[in-house]
């Protein structure tokens, strides 16, 4: 089972967008305590493997400048002590005489050194509270970027944790300890290439400066959790966040059964959220939504969210947040906004198709706020229902296509447009078009590639205004004879 799923998403990451075969995702044996299941998705732990933008998908490609470097950590020197299950933390910490626990290290280090975990398992659950500087962090970092460093137990991070790193980990709750990671008041952290999964979540809370980059967070109740909040000033990178609300020996899948809200996001940040970053990231067979983001200035670029049960990108804070170059498929609604007073919403260069209800929605939580969707070179397609607004939106941007199973292209409130209404140049964003958009492939179920075929509508129709120059792949835009609609361009 395991080697099937490592197999599929090794493949699934290189191919992206061909996804093909890709029925399920099949069960692994997460919830092993002797850690066997070495985990498929290692975005940037080694070359081989490393999804670039160049093959299609997101994913840090190699040297992504994102991605901080570890390949050098546990070089022995001045400031590197080591960990091994088989030491002992009246040790001196040296190569020759490591320390047993990642606690002893927690408890020691200071600015600018280094703790380095050798392979395997190490049971226990530890607060970390040293402050490093922007300069010299604290860091605690596996040997090995395939993860063989294993905790299983509850890592906190604590209110008087500064500048620290935690990279090349795998991370699970212990029977006791429901969480495997908690940030409960720590600032400027770095979480590299870590896996957690059989927890409850990665929870954080009152966090300020934090980037988790090359991580895969699968198969817990929720993936990531910001509860009760803030978190403020958030880095994704090259992550994949899949399979929330699936028990580690039931694998996932593409939802089913679609619903609104839920317990079991794939990203659940719900309050007091500003400033966040999602870029090369998936979220993907979470029960409920993919990215569920409630805050301010949230920008999610080069990013999927697929076959989740709820909204593959949930925005809704306000403030200038946007969403582009991105592709969500086979969701509730692909693209989930809300009005927010002072929001401003922008999708730029956006694919969503195949979506159960519709390609985007916008609508209202606790009142109505005047709220404006900016929306260019975009294609909403192939869903049930039209884009849904409510009725304090303004929908304005220019050059996107709509291709809705049904005839109302866009609706809400008093307004509805039709195709006839888009092909007759009524819609309240200019230059609309109205056209099946040709995808590559195109079928029910996840093997649909959302490139351009020759031929199609998007090519070459989009407005180079607020266009990103390279695409969802990393293929340069324009190509051709313009810029296309849509998250690829056509080469
Ligand atoms: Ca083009």
Request: charge should be negative; charged fraction near 15%; glycine fraction near 14%.
């Amino acid at each position: 089972m395991m080697s099937s799923r490592t197999g599929v998403l090794k493949w699934l990451l290189l191919a992206l967008p061909m996804l093909g075969c890709v029925g399920e995702v099949s069960g692994g044996g997460g919830g092993d305590d002797d850690g066997s299941d070495a985990g498929p998705v290692t975005p940037g732990a080694d070359g081989s493997t490393t999804p670039s933008p160049d093959a299609g998908g997101p994913g840090p490609g190699p040297g992504d400048p994102l991605v901080p470097d570890l390949t050098h950590a546990c070089d022995p020197g001045a400031g590197v002590f080591f960990v091994a299950p088989t030491g002992s933390d009246s040790a001196a910490g040296s190569q020759a005489a490591p320390w047993k626990t990642l606690g002893k290290a927690a408890s020691t280090l200071s600015a600018g050194q280094t703790a380095c975990v050798a392979p395997g398992q190490y049971s226990e659950s530890l607060t970390w509270n040293r402050a490093g500087t922007a300069a010299a962090p604290i860091s605690i970092i596996g040997q090995n970027a395939t993860r063989d460093a294993r905790v299983v137990g509850e890592l906190q991070l604590g209110a008087a944790a500064r500048y620290v790193r935690l990279g090349n980990l795998k991370l699970r709750a212990s029977s006791t300890s429901n969480e495997a990671l908690t940030i409960l008041g720590a600032r400027n952290v770095e979480l590299i290439n870590i896996e957690l999964y059989d927890s409850n979540k990665m929870w954080w809370s009152s966090v300020d400066g934090l980037l988790l980059a090359a991580s895969w967070i699968h198969h817990n109740t929720i993936g990531i959790d910001c509860t009760p909040g803030p978190c403020r000033n958030v880095t994704i990178v090259g992550t994949i966040i899949e399979c929330a609300g699936y028990p580690s020996s039931g694998g996932c899948g593409p939802a089913t059964s679609f619903s609104f809200g839920g317990p079991s996001d794939g990203v659940g940040a719900e309050a007091d959220t500003a400033n966040w970053r999602i870029i090369r990231s998936i979220a993907r067979f979470n029960r409920t939504d993919g990215f569920d983001i409630k805050g301010s200035n949230i920008t999610i670029e080069d990013s999927m969210a697929y076959g989740n049960g709820g909204g593959g990108f949930k925005i809704w804070g306000g403030g200038q947040t946007s969403v582009s170059n991105s592709l969500a498929f086979h969701n509730h609604n692909g693209v989930e906004l809300y009005e927010a007073t002072g929001a401003s919403y922008r999708i730029t260069n956006v694919t969503s198709a195949d979506n159960d209800l519709a390609a985007l929605a916008v609508y209202y939580d606790n009142g109505h706020f005047p709220t404006t969707v900016n929306v260019t070179n975009s294609i909403f397609a192939f869903s049930t229902e039209g884009n849904s607004i409510s009725p304090s939106v303004t929908w304005t941007g220019s050059n996107n296509l709509y291709w809705a199973d049904e005839d109302e292209q866009l609706k809400g409130g008093t307004r509805a447009y039709t195709k006839a209404d888009v092909s007759a140049g009524r819609m309240p964003d200019s230059a609309a078009m109205l056209g099946d958009p040709r995808f590559v492939r195109k079928d029910s179920g996840l093997n649909s590639d959302y490139h351009l075929a020759a031929g199609s509508p998007a090519r070459d129709t989009g407005t180079a205004t607020g266009a990103p120059a390279t695409d969802l792949g990393g293929q340069a835009r324009p190509s051709g004879g313009g810029i296309d609609v849509g998250a690829y361009e056509g080469q």
